[in-house]
């Protein structure tokens, strides 16, 4: 019987520690959750921002064409009138 009690409360103390780890590994996915939870709401705000910049960018580069457009127009115009007075 004494060995019995003896086998029991090892068993016990092993079946206690790997409750203690199986807890501690649990508080660590839930810490985990509640961070990439956090990390989301971020990366939903920075990817707007992102958009926004996008936009941005693709007016301003819709706006260079526009006015290179113009400069090249401006640049025929100039080399036309050039030609003429050397004539």
């Not at 990390?39 to 526009?66: F, G, P, R, Y």
């Amino acid at each position: 019987m004494a060995s019995y009690k003896d086998l029991y409360i090892l068993k016990y103390k092993e079946l206690d520690i790997q409750e203690k780890s199986f807890n501690i590994g649990e508080e660590k996915i839930n810490e985990a959750a509640v961070t990439i939870a956090a990390m989301e709401i971020v990366l939903k705000e920075e990817d707007i921002q992102l958009q926004e910049a996008s936009a941005k960018t693709d007016l301003l580069v819709q706006d260079l064409n526009k006015e290179e457009k113009k400069a090249k127009v401006k640049q025929d115009e100039v080399e036309l009138t050039t030609r003429n007075c050397e004539k």
